[in-house]
Nanobody, 121 residues
Framework: QLQLVESGGGLVQPGGSLRLSCTAS????????IRWFRQAPGKEREGISC????????GYIDSVKGRFTISRDNAKNTVYLQMNSLKPEDTAVYYC??????????????WGQGTQVTVSS
């Protein structure tokens, strides 16, 4: 059974950078479509970006375009979310999720526990 673990969150000043990792066990991530989500307090969860099983990357939500980049390292069985030029409104719990189909739409069956990102001076 696929298990996902996110890491790399923390406290960072506005304008700083973080790289989140989503590491898998019980399966290889290049057999899954992986999507990064985030949920801020009092807000609905939103999908940020997605890398399909085939390796193609879908678009990013407007609020992170040009600042966030999703990538996958098959050798490390890890998907990354590089976050640059962070803003206070990026503060949220960040989750990665996986599904076996080659589609970023619909529900995702496997979720990590989340990692907290706080952007504050």
């Amino acid at each position: 059974q696929l298990q996902l673990v996110e890491s790399g969150g923390g406290l960072v000043q506005p304008g700083g950078s973080l790289r989140l990792s989503c590491t898998a066990s019980g399966g290889t991530l290049d057999s899954y479509t992986i999507r990064w989500f985030r949920q801020a307090p009092g807000k609905e969860r939103e999908g940020i970006s997605c890398i399909r099983r085939s390796g193609s990357v879908t678009g990013y939500i407007d609020s992170v375009k040009g600042r966030f980049t999703i990538s996958r390292d098959n050798a490390k069985n890890t998907v990354y979310l590089q976050m640059n030029s962070l803003k206070p409104e990026d503060t949220a719990v960040y989750y990665c999720a996986a599904k076996s189909s080659d589609s970023c739409l619909g529900s995702f069956g496997s979720w990590g526990q989340g990692t907290q990102v706080t952007v504050s001076s």
